[in-house]
């Protein structure tokens, strides 16, 4: 039996951008939770595009679908652009159609913690509000609190014993992740 973990997911092409840093800095807060984690970020997102109906996937597909599988509950970080998710993370999060036929299909009532970074705040809450509806749409559980990060206004505070508003928002977002756990 697997020990429950929190799956990640988020980031660019571009290592060390802001939107995985702000994943990074999740996961961090759920595993001082005592919840274990797995983060899949930048080059272990550039998987193949989606291909409904096949059944091959090569190795980082795969570590994804299992990772959406086995997991306990999803956070998932996209940067904004134009207005929306990026393509690597709606590529990435279309992997969960490989769920459809799982007993417990998608991601259904697993908690999502949503968190959309920006260079603004226009971009931050249509790509946050497109994040909570693809959850919504893979049965997911988005929690009560979506956190939106304008990059604009760097540097973006993400370490443990900060008080910017972002750090404030990322423990409430980790406590409502695994207060969904039961613990």
Not at 27 to 50: F, K, N
Not at 71 to 80: K, L, N, T, W, Y
Not at 153 to 168: L, M, N, Q, R
């Amino acid at each position: 039996m697997q020990t429950p973990f929190i799956l990640g997911i988020g980031g660019t092409t571009r290592p060390g951008s802001s939107s995985e840093r702000i994943l990074r800095a999740a996961l961090a807060r759920i595993e001082a939770r005592g919840v274990a984690t797995l983060c899949l970020a930048g080059p272990d997102l550039m998987v193949p595009l989606y291909e409904p109906g096949q059944s091959d996937r090569d190795s980082r597909a795969s570590i994804l679908v299992d990772g959406m599988r086995t997991c306990a509950g999803i956070v998932i970080a996209s940067p904004g652009y134009h207005g929306t998710i990026s393509g690597l993370i709606k590529n990435a999060l279309d992997y969960a159609e490989d769920l459809a036929a799982d007993v417990r299909p998608y991601f259904d009532g697993k908690p999502v913690g949503c968190i959309a970074c920006a260079y603004g705040w226009q971009a931050a809450g249509s790509t946050l509000a497109t994040l909570r509806t693809i959850s919504h749409a893979l049965r997911g559980w988005p929690t009560p609190l979506g956190v939106t990060i304008n990059s604009s206004h760097p540097p973006v505070a993400v370490e443990a014993g900060a008080t910017t508003s972002e750090d404030i928002n990322l423990d409430i977002l980790a406590g409502q992740m695994v207060e969904r756990l039961g613990r």
